[in-house]
């Protein structure tokens, strides 16, 4: 099976311009740019948005999490990392004994409005933690508070929507779905002009290779964010 090379931010840009046949020789760089050039870099931009976007749960969004807990302090901020939280993968291990976390326990999931109520006005007395929730605003709670530093929390999930910003910035899609970018920024060109001459093959293109990565990449899950439903195993080998 042949290697398929991936395509940065520039190079899906440039593609868009050859696959459109836009006027003028296309950007050479993604950022500062005027004109057709801006809407170039924008309509590639966020069609990689939108494709992330179009499910929670793709493979190549999963994360694998690790938090180092800090003696007293029960809240995490995990937001940069993980969107959307599979409540039952929280385990919780004391490195000190245990420093791969082969032995780690389950944690108590605790929905947020019961968490308030359960354990907010309580006393914030350190010890060995076993229950865990996701607040509103992302931050993983667990009670109760740990009383070392050893104390580890790992979890899966869902990265956030990530976004181009730099010429040889690499979509996180595995390469061989790279060119579903161009087809779907495509779609945004041909709109935007009203070009019904290459709509409706862009479409057949765009569809085609959206379906192959829905049947390669789909997580079966159903997944609401911020962990407050959800249940997930790791992605299969696949990705690449």
């Given amino acids: 099976m042949a290697v398929v090379t991936a395509l940065t931010y520039l190079a899906l840009c440039q593609r868009l311009v050859s696959e459109t046949k836009i006027p ?46 800090t003696t007293g302090d029960y809240d995490y901020d995990e937001s940069a990392n993980c969107e959307t939280f599979n409540r039952k993968s929280f385990e919780i291990y004391d490195s000190s004994d245990d420093a791969t976390g082969a032995s780690a326990s389950k944690m108590s999931w605790i929905p947020w409005k019961l968490w308030r109520y359960k354990y907010a006005q309580r006393p914030q007395t350190n010890g060995d933690p076993s229950n865990v929730t996701i607040a509103p605003d992302g931050q993983v709670h667990i009670y109760p508070p740990p009383d070392s530093d050893d104390w580890r929390v790992r979890y899966s999930g869902f990265m956030p929507i990530d976004e181009l910003s730099g010429d040889a910035d690499v979509p996180i899609l595995p390469n061989r779905y790279h060119m579903l970018i161009v087809y779907k920024a495509m779609l945004d060109y041909a709109h935007f002009y009203i070009d019904q001459s290459n709509l409706a093959r862009v479409q057949i293109q765009y569809s085609d290779l959206l379906s192959r990565m829905v049947s390669d990449q789909k997580v079966e899950i159903y997944t609401r964010k911020r962990g407050v439903e959800g249940n997930a195993s790791k992605p299969d080998s696949r990705i690449g």
């Fill in 24 to 69: 003028g020789s296309g950007p050479t760089t993604t950022v500062s740019q005027t004109g057709i050039n801006k809407n170039v870099v924008q309509w590639i931009n966020q069609a990689y948005i939108d494709i992330q976007d179009f499910y929670p749960d793709w493979n190549f969004r999963w994360y694998d999490g690790l938090i180092s807990c």
